[in-house]
């Protein structure tokens, strides 16, 4: 009953391990994506683009769970909807909250939105870079995890048992 018992937590808690990793996953996977995007609806909105039709431009030039989310509220934009309830749902994405900010007072202002989504992209592309860099320092750490379990036992074993040995035996009197 105890083995069985430990069967079913074990299995438990795996399903949530790896559930909890794809979701991980699928958030990083929407970061990455998202700063260039940015990068684009910035330079459409340079080119005198409004964010409606930026989204839509770039919605159409990118692949993934972003380009998805701006040729939705694209689409909702064209048929009419009022631009303070379809950004939000650009916001729902993992880290795009200011710049759907951003983009929704441009849509209702009709103030130019250029310099603010420029500087959202930077902070974007800059905080992709440091987690990408953080995931780096992480695989360094641990494949030196192996690494260690297979030197140590043996730099104990090969290094320093013999000199252990050989100043018991010399604390004992065997020479």
């Known amino acids: 009953m105890a083995g069985l018992a430990v069967g079913c937590g074990a299995r438990l808690w795996l399903a949530r391990q790896r559930a909890a ?3 991980r996953l699928a958030e990083a996977a929407v970061r990455a994506e998202l700063a260039p995007a940015a990068d684009l609806l910035a ?3 340079a080119a005198g683009a409004g964010p409606r039709e930026s989204a839509e431009v770039v919605g159409r030039s990118l692949d993934g769970a972003v ?3 701006l040729r939705q509220v694209a689409a909702e934009l064209r048929l009419g909807a009022e631009p303070a309830l379809v950004w939000p749902r650009l916001a729902a994405l993992p880290g795009a909250e200011g ?3 951003c983009l929704e007072r441009a849509g209702i ?3 130019p939105a250029v ?3 420029a500087r959202i992209a930077a902070e974007l592309r800059a905080e992709h870079g440091r ?3 953080a995931r780096a320092r992480r695989a360094g750490v641990l494949v030196t995890l192996p690494l260690s379990a297979c030197f140590l036992p043996a730099f104990l074993i090969l290094g320093v048992a013999p000199v252990l040995i050989g100043l018991a035996g010399g604390l004992l009197g065997r020479n």
């Open 21 to 23: 990793e794809a979701g």
């Open 43 to 45: 330079a459409t909105l």
């Open 67 to 69: 380009a998805e989310r």
């Open 99 to 101: 710049l759907a900010r």
């Open 109 to 111: 202002s009709g103030v």
């Open 115 to 117: 310099e603010s989504v």
């Open 131 to 133: 987690a990408v860099a």
